[in-house]
C-alpha cells in the first residue's frame, strides 16, 4: 500500500501505572498492518493536538485512579472539556472510540473512562465504535483483545463515511479494498501462516525455526501423568493448536555500564507526586496474638521536624524496596551478581521502531544496578501478555518457547488467567519454571513497571497526638503454590515488618505500649489526602462507621479526634456515632479492644456493635459472623441516621467480601424502611454517595 494512502487517526492516552500507554502503544504497532497511521501522544500533551480542530477519528485509552478519578496525566483535559461555559456543539464534529481500564474491585468502575465518554457526548461528539470497559479484576485483555480487533472495521467504516461526504469515491475503493485485505490477513494470523509478522530481529534464528508448530518435534507429548495443565505443560487443545500471539515489541532501552563511583539518587526524586519526607519509626506494636491467621502490625512515626499534614481519614504512601533476597537472586539469574554496583546508564536505543521512545522515567539516567532492581522497578509484577512474547525469544528450550508462546496467546488466554494471573506469578516464578529463559537487563527495564509506592490510612488524629502518624497494616501473606515453589511476604508490609522487628512488643493490644525508642530506623512517605473520606464537618451530625480487621484504623484517628473536640469544646453539640467491628476471634485478633472500651466509657463512641467469625458459640441463635449481618440487626437506626437526620455512612476494609456485602445491606434496609423497591433504594444509595454522605475506603 502507497504510504500517501495511509489514513490518519488521533490516539490519546491517559494512564497512571502505564497500562492505558501500553495499549495504546500496541494499537499504533497494530495500525501499520491495517494501512492506517496512529498519530499518538499522551492526553497531557495539548500542544500537540486539537479536539477543537480534529478531522480524523480519535481513539483514547484512559485508565482510573483513586476514588474513580482520572489519572493525573488527563486532569488538565478534564478539566478543560468541563468548562461549563463550552456549548453544546462544540465537538460536534468530533467521531472518537473510547476503551477504558478499570477495577471492579472498586465502587466506581471504569469512571475516569465514563467521565470523558459521558462530557464528550455532552458536548456533542459522536461515538464512532462502541465504548470498551475493560476489567483489571477479571484480565484486561477480555475487553481489550476483543475491543482492538473491532477497531479496525470501525475505523474502516468512518474512513468511508468521511470520504463519502468528501466525495472522493475512488480514494475510497482503494481505502476499501487494502484496509479489506489488511483485516483479512490480520484474523487469518497464525504462527504456522503469518512467519514475516512475527520475525525475529538481531537473535540469529530463523523465525520458521522458533514458530514451528510440529509439535512432536518439540517433545511436548504428554506422557501419562501431564494429563491437567499447568505453569509449564498445556494440554489439548491448546497444545494442539495454531497460536496467535502478540507482535514482538520492538526494544528500545540500551544499557551501559561504567565504574563502581558516585552516588545513587536520593529517592525523593523517584516520586512525582508530592514532596517527600524521611522520618524515623518510634513506635511498632503487634495487635494481634501470635496464633491470629493474619498478623496486624501498627507504626508510629515521628512528623514533629516535618511540615507534613494530615487529617483523620486520609492516606499517605510509603516508598519501599524490593525484597533484598529477591534481588540478589535475579542478580544472579541474569549472570549479574558481580555488576549489582556497578553504576549503569540508561539511554534510548538508536534506531528503535518504537514510537516515541524515551527512557521510563522512573529509571534513574544514571544509578547502581542494584539500586534499579532494588528502588525502581516492580519486580514483582504479574508479567503482562508481551513481557512473555519478548521473553520468549530468550528461550532456547523448545518446549519452553512453545509453553511461553501458548501462555501469551489468545488460545491460551484461560491458561494465562489460571497460571499466572490468578496465581500471582511473577519474574522470578517464571525464570524458575523456564531455565533456558535468559532475557536481557534492557528487557526488565523496558517491560517492569514502576515499583509503586504503598498507600495506608492513617490511623491517628494530629489534635489528640501531635507530631505522630500512625498507621496499621497486615502482614501479607501469599502462601507457596504450584506456579510459585516459596511463599512470600507482601513488598512493603513483608518489608516494614522485619525493620521494625527491634521495636516489636508481641501480644500486647494497646495503643499505649512502650515501644523501644532507640531505633534511628526511618522511612521515606509522602501525603495522599483523601478529599471525601472525612468527618463531618458539623460534629452535631451522626454518622455509622463499619470497619472489620484492619478497616478499623482510619476510624480510630476519627474516634481520636472526636475525643479531642470533646475535650477542648464542652459547649457543642455533637451527634451519635455507631462503630460496627467485625474479626475472626475475641481473644486473637480484636484489634484496639482496650481503645475501644475507652471511647465508650468517656461518650466518644455511642454505640460499639462487634461481631466474630470464627468463635463457636453455645447460644440457641447463633450470633451474627460478618458486619453486614449486624448491620441489618439494626435497619432502623440506619435508616434513621441516614434519612431522617441525614448522618454519614463510612466503610473501610475489603470490598469484595465486606463493603459489598454491606451496601447490599443497606439496599435492603432502604427499601424495607421505605417501603420501597430495590431498584428505588439503590437509587436512594447512589443519591448518598454523589452527596458523600455514603463514603467508602477499600481496597481488593
Known sequence: MCCDLKRRFLLLYATQKGQAKAIAEEIWEQAGAHGLEADMHCISEMDKYNLETEKDPVVI??????????????????????????????????QYGLLGLGDSEYTFFCNGGKTVDRRLQELGAQHFYDTGLADDCV?????????????????????LLQKEKEGMSSVVNAVSSSLSAALHGVHELNLSSE????????????????????????????????????????????????????????????????????ENPHLSSLISEGTTFEVPVTKAVQLTREDAIKTALLLELDIADTVFDYQPGDAFCVICPNNVNEVEELLQILGLSEKGEYFVCVMVKQGTKKKG????????????????????????????????????????????????????????ASDYTRFIRDSNVCLLDLLHAFPSCKPSLNLLIEHLPKLQARSYSVSSSNLYQPGKLCFVFNIVEFPACPARPVSRKGVCTGWLAELVAPLLRPNKNTLNTKG??????KISIFARPNNTFHLPADPSVPFMMVGPGT??????????????????????????????????????????????????????????????????????????????????????????????ERGYFYVCGDKKHMADGVSDAVVD????????????????????????????????
Open 357 to 412: 521512545a524515551a527512557r521510563p522515567q522512573h529509571i534513574p539516567e544514571r544509578s547502581t544496578l542494584k539500586f534499579i532492581l532494588t528502588w525502581c522497578l516492580e519486580i514483582r509484577a504479574i508479567p503482562k501478555k508481551a513481557f512473555l512474547r519478548a521473553l520468549v525469544e530468550c528461550t532456547s528450550d523448545a518446549g519452553e518457547k512453545r509453553r511461553l508462546q501458548e501462555l501469551c496467546s489468545r488460545q491460551g
Open 139 to 159: 484480565g484486561l485483555e477480555l475487553v481489550v483483545d476483543p475491543w482492538i480487533d473491532g477497531l479496525w472495521l470501525a475505523l474502516k467504516e468512518a474512513f
Open 61 to 94: 485509552v484512559i485508565s482510573t485512579t483513586g476514588t474513580g478519578d482520572p489519572p493525573d496525566t488527563a486532569r488538565k483535559f478534564v478539566k478543560k472539556i468541563q468548562d461549563t461555559t463550552l456549548p453544546p456543539d462544540h465537538f460536534a464534529h468530533l
Open 516 to 521: 523501644g525508642s532507640s531505633s534511628t530506623e
Open 195 to 262: 512467519v514475516q509478522n512475527l520475525k525475529l530481529e538481531d537473535e540469529g534464528v530463523r523465525s520458521s525455526d522458533v514458530l514451528s508448530q510440529k509439535l512432536v518435534d518439540i517433545n511436548l507429548v504428554a506422557s501419562a501423568r501431564d494429563t491437567e495443565p499447568s505453569l509449564v505443560h498445556s494440554v489439548p487443545p491448546v497444545s494442539q493448536s495454531a497460536l496467535n500471539i502478540p507482535a514482538l515489541p520492538p526494544e528500545y532501552i540500551e544499557v551501559q555500564f561504567q565504574d563502581t563511583h558516585g
Open 669 to 700: 434496609i432502604l427499601s424495607m424502611e421505605m417501603e420501597a423497591d430495590k431498584l428505588e433504594a439503590m437509587k436512594i444509595l447512589a443519591t448518598l454517595r454523589e452527596a458523600k454522605r455514603y463514603l467508602q475506603d477499600v481496597w481488593s
Open 551 to 644: 478497616g478499623i484504623s482510619p476510624f480510630i484517628g476519627f474516634l481520636q479526634h472526636r475525643q479531642k473536640l470533646r475535650e477542648e469544646h464542652a459547649d457543642w453539640e455533637f451527634g451519635e456515632t455507631w462503630l460496627f467491628f467485625g474479626c475472626r476471634h475475641q481473644d486473637r485478633d480484636y484489634l484496639f479492644k482496650d481503645e475501644l472500651r475507652c471511647f465508650l466509657e468517656n461518650g466518644t463512641l455511642t454505640h460499639l456493635k462487634v461481631c466474630f467469625s470464627r468463635d463457636f458459640s453455645t447460644a440457641e441463635v447463633a450470633p451474627p459472623k460478618y458486619v453486614q449481618d449486624v448491620v441489618r440487626l439494626y435497619a432502623k437506626e440506619v435508616a434513621r441516621v441516614l434519612l431522617k
